[in-house]
């Protein structure tokens, strides 16, 4: 049985969405259980991996589609080379978490992966980088022509909708 796929938005790069995201992947379980895709840049990962200090392997791939099923792939959805000024609210940091989210969307929508699960965005980051969302959520909404949506959180005991 093919495992599932799930997309990995690095959100905003100068936040601690990629430290969280390596910090996860460290663990074994995770190609077990599902193939992970990192939608972002294999030097900001490079770059998160040195300011964590982890020994973090991965995959680079040009899109889901070729990938390592046990591997952790990461989606290169820009070339350049982006400057990364942790902390800081900067429309680069809201333009790349853009252009990351808009690249997993775009390859769930055709299939390659399951399901998409986002690092946080900084909404002063994002309103630079002309994101006309508040948030995850309602982006999600419009790029899927729904009318309702809920933002679900949850753990072992608590659920939050």
């Given at each position: 049985?093919?495992?599932?796929?799930?997309?990995?938005?690095?959100?905003?790069?100068?936040?601690?969405?990629?430290?969280?995201?390596?910090?996860?992947?460290?663990?074994?379980?995770?190609?077990e259980l599902c193939t992970p895709f990192i939608y972002g840049s294999s030097k900001a990962v490079s770059y998160h991996k040195n300011i964590v200090g982890i020994d973090f392997q991965f995959h680079q791939v040009k899109g889901a589609d070729k990938y390592m099923p046990d591997k952790i792939n990461v989606v290169n959805c820009w070339n350049e080379s982006v400057n990364i000024s942790l902390g800081k609210a900067t429309d680069l940091s809201g333009r790349y978490a853009f252009k990351a989210l808009e690249v997993a969307v775009a390859e769930l929508k055709e299939g390659f992966i399951d399901a998409i699960v986002t690092a946080p965005i900084n909404k002063e980051a994002m309103k630079m980088a002309d994101f006309p969302f508040p948030g995850h959520t309602e982006y999600f909404t419009q790029r899927f022509e729904i009318r309702e949506s809920l933002m679900l959180m949850l753990n072992e005991s608590l659920r939050v909708g």
């Open positions: 049985m093919e495992k599932i796929k799930i997309g990995i938005t690095v959100g905003d790069l100068n936040g601690i969405g990629l430290e969280v995201i390596l910090k996860t992947l460290m663990d074994k379980r995770i190609p």
